[in-house]
């Protein structure tokens, strides 16, 4: 289930990307132009505007939608995994010894 709200997670953002790139700027950098078809300039503008804040939403929900997920799969932090280097007494820990076969040999 995560794996594919994850998909529509990234599908919504690229999508959204490419109406922010196609909406008229103010320079009219990278805009739509004139008008052209059947639709005036303004009509196309509030379509895309309109169809960028309806991707934005689902953006919301469905990043909404990944953090339940993500919650629901375990209890415990991403800060449980990290290995303290110093121990309940306040010491330092040692550091872990790798075995021999682990260590790099020096090539000469």
Do not use: C
């Amino acid at each position: 289930m995560a794996t594919v709200l994850l998909v529509i997670h990234l599908i919504i953002a690229f999508v959204m990307i490419v109406l922010v790139l196609l909406q008229r700027s103010e320079g009219g950098a990278l805009g739509i132009g004139g008008g052209g078809g059947g639709m005036s300039s303004r009509a196309i503008g509030n379509a895309l505007t309109r169809t960028t804040a309806i991707l934005a939403a689902a953006f919301f929900f469905t990043s909404i939608g990944l953090t339940v997920l993500g919650t629901m799969d375990s209890n415990k932090s991403i800060l449980d995994g990290v290995v303290d280097p110093v121990d309940s007494q306040g010491i330092l820990a040692p550091a872990p010894v790798l075995p021999e076969s682990d260590l790099p040999v020096p090539s000469n």
